[in-house]
């Protein structure tokens, strides 16, 4: 049952628009910070950026309608799967001592 839904939902057009209207949001958002920190800057070192400056974080929110953290970030994760194996990303999340939940 769930595929059929998922059809229904790829071809409606407000979920179209919607998921148009997202992705150039966080397209937006990342150019911004490459233009905020003066240079080219690669998804992980966004997603760093993210967890680093607060103030970012709820720009990034504000622009995509994403309401937690959680889900700000599992954009990123979801955007580009190859994010879950940054040795950069983890070695900053030990040494930071963050811990992400989903609550």
């Known amino acids: 049952m769930n595929n059929i839904a998922d059809i229904i939902k790829s ?4 979920e179209q628009l919607y998921d ?5 949001s966080f397209k937006c958002f990342c150019t911004l910070v490459c ?7 690669n998804l992980a070192n966004i ?6 400056e607060p103030e970012l974080m ?13 889900n700000a970030l599992l954009v990123f994760l979801q955007h580009d799967p190859s994010l879950y194996r940054s040795k950069y990303i983890k070695n900053f999340l030990t040494e ?3 811990q992400l939940s989903h609550g």
């Open 47 to 52: 997603f760093i950026i993210l967890l680093k």
């Open 58 to 70: 709820n720009i990034y929110k504000e622009l995509t309608g994403i309401d937690s953290t959680y």
């Open 35 to 41: 233009q905020l920190k003066n240079k080219k800057i």
């Open 20 to 24: 148009k209207e997202f992705r150039h």
């Open 96 to 98: 930071s001592n963050i």
């Open 11 to 14: 071809q409606d057009p407000f």
